[in-house]
């Protein structure tokens, strides 16, 4: 299993600029700066926050230090908690993993009535500062002097969310379990902020990181967007996340030197742009921002024009890691068809995926398909039975299990039932609609909570495709590697994914340079052997840029054509799997 030492980067940095000045660190110099900047007599300061942001912290440091004349703190202006509730009850569901995807804006989260008396009370003050702060400050103030935008990260939120530090915008829900937070912050806090953030960019006077609520960092509004402009014109790494799970390994932990008093790693989340951040650098100073800004504020030169045309400001391709070394397997599953997922949850798409094994022990294997001749009645009452506790379900007796060696590719169009069993490290390439995996079978164990992890038979047996059975299996989805092209110290292999997917893969073996075409898209990438290899520009358009083993890159479209060689001529064959957007699908 360890066989090589990893210089995996767990904090890629995107460098801005040589010099660290233009980044301010610290509430002491940020407060300086914005109070050297109020100037006139009456004056609007907005402070707008992604929801997860400390308000109530920042809300203090400026009343201690700016001594405004008047202080508006958006949740004071929000609906109750039971109007809140009502109003999301039919996106939310009663379902404990999954809602329904929806329109709702922050300003519907407002309170007409005490944002009107907020604006009034604003009208009334003649001569000072005013300061409005909190999701949804933009939208009380409506107009301010100076805007600064209270940045934050998904996995920042979530830390917080399980630490009861943050509940939901208005919920009164701050004691709630994680997996309830999440959902409502998924389905709704979120969407709702995104949409307002997107309005708010050219308007940012300060952008503020407050991932690290003692020691938070800031750059000009300028700076961000010049930097969210250089991020997508050259390639770059997100910053991956780990989280342990009830079947989690030991891979990652021992590769990747992660902190040891976890139980396990189930999960790298690798390349989700929705989900992970970007660290911009100035000089040794970092600045951290989701990487879904570059998405929204530069869609068509990270995605390239047709992917934008097809999927609109969201990244398409997902990569992570699922870790199952001296682990469990994943639990039994199926994902939905497209017409399923867009009608029972408003999604345009759905989670097409596949397996690629970075590394795998003797024993493992990948459940896929079903045997020949299976009784599709008897194996949903089955799974009924096993869903009460009143047995365990014979999973062998109805799916096949594939043997699973390192490079192999397994591919698993959406209806298709599988899971990784233990001992092997998964690169999950998958088209990226999040959270929705129909769990059928947990092989009868508990959570990291120690409670049962839900299941969805019934959403799971209304997408089984019965007819993909092991023939079928072996023949469409199991290794179908092709050979494309080969040249001076490299060849190209098609690896799938099926035809039924939107995604294309190929993987490239090579101890020389190898070019790779961009033909106007977007290229995700992940070097799958060898120790250390360079990306570059055969026209200049970007610096070298260096990846190690196991590392996902983004090559945005802007960047154009680009080459990958060996950081040491002369070792051992390197390879890169590249996943895009196949054309015209």
């Known amino acids: 299993m360890l066989k090589r030492e990893s210089n995996y980067d767990k904090t890629p940095t995107v460098p801005i600029s040589p010099d660290a000045s233009p980044c301010l660190i610290g509430w002491e110099d940020i407060l300086a700066r914005l109070a050297a900047g109020l100037g006139k007599q009456r004056f609007l300061l907005c402070v707008e926050c992604y929801p997860g942001v400390f308000v109530d912290h920042i809300a203090a440091l400026l009343r201690d230090r700016l001594r405004p004349s008047l ?19 039919c996106h939310l569901t009663n379902d404990p993993i999954f809602g329904v995807m929806n329109g709702i804006e922050i300003r519907d989260l407002l309170d007409s009535g005490r944002v009107h008396e907020a604006r009034r009370l604003t009208a009334a003050v003649s ?6 702060v909190g999701t949804g400050a933009s939208l009380i103030a409506e107009r301010w002097d100076l805007l600064v935008y209270a940045n934050m990260a998904r996995w920042e939120i979530q830390q917080r969310q399980r630490g009861n530090g943050i509940g939901n915008l208005g919920a009164g829900n701050r004691h709630d379990s994680p997996a309830s937070k999440y959902k409502h912050a998924f389905f709704v806090d979120w969407r709702a902020a995104d949409r307002l953030k997107q309005r708010l960019y050219d308007q940012i006077d300060f952008l503020l990181d407050t991932n690290d609520r003692q020691l938070p960092k800031m750059i000009s509004g300028d700076l961000f967007r010049r930097a969210l402009e250089m991020i997508v014109r050259r390639p770059f790494r997100v910053v991956p996340f780990f989280d342990p799970g009830p079947w989690g390994g030991q891979w990652m932990k021992k590769k990747f030197d992660l902190p040891q008093e976890a139980p396990n790693y189930a999960w790298c989340f690798d390349c989700v742009p929705e989900e992970n951040s970007i660290l911009l650098g100035f000089g040794a100073r970092r600045v951290e921002i989701p ?7 530069h869609p068509v030169e990270l995605l390239g024009q047709q992917v934008f045309a097809r999927f609109g400001a969201e990244f398409p391709i997902r990569f992570d890691f699922l870790d199952t070394m001296d682990g469990g397997n994943l639990s039994l599953q199926v994902h939905p068809l497209a017409a399923y997922i867009r009608e029972h949850f408003g999604m345009a798409y759905t989670q097409d995926e596949s397996y690629y094994l970075l590394d795998a022990d003797p024993d493992a294997c990948v459940y896929l398909g079903l045997r020949e001749g299976v009784d599709c009645r008897a194996m949903a009452a089955d799974l009924r039975e096993a869903e009460n506790a009143r047995t365990s379900f014979a999973a062998d007796r109805y799916v096949n299990a594939w043997p699973a060696r ?18 092997s490290l998964v690169l999950e390439i998958s088209a990226t609609p999040y959270i929705f995996t129909f769990k059928l079978w947990d092989w009868g164990r508990l959570g990291l909570d120690d409670e049962p992890r839900p299941t969805h038979i019934e959403h799971g047996l209304n997408n089984i495709q019965w007819q993909r059975t092991t023939d079928w299996v072996r023949r469409e989805l199991v290794n179908r590697m092709g050979a494309l092209a080969a040249g001076n110290g490299w060849r190209e292999e098609r690896t799938g994914l099926h035809e039924t997917e939107f995604i294309e893969t190929r993987r490239h073996w090579f101890t020389a340079p190898v070019v790779h075409r961009a033909n106007g898209s977007l290229n995700v990438l992940n070097l799958v052997e060898g120790d250390e290899a360079l990306v570059e520009s055969p026209s200049g358009r970007f610096d070298a840029f260096v990846v190690h083993y ?3 890159f983004i090559v945005p479209a802007a960047a154009g054509d680009y080459t990958i060689r060996p950081a040491v001529n002369g ?9 895009y957007i196949r054309d015209g699908t």
Do not use: W, Y
């Open 406 to 423: 390192k490079h192999d590719h397994f591919l698993i169009p959406a209806g298709t039932i599988h899971c990784s069993g233990r001992n």
């Open 550 to 552: 196991a590392e996902t």
């Open 71 to 89: 202080l508006v703190v958006s949740d004071d202006c929000l609906r109750s908690p039971q109007e809140i509730e009502r109003m999301l009850a």
């Open 127 to 132: 001569d000072g500062l005013v300061v409005f």
């Open 291 to 297: 990487a879904i800004d570059a998405v929204f504020r």
């Open 571 to 579: 070792g051992r064959p390197h390879a890169t799997i590249k996943a």
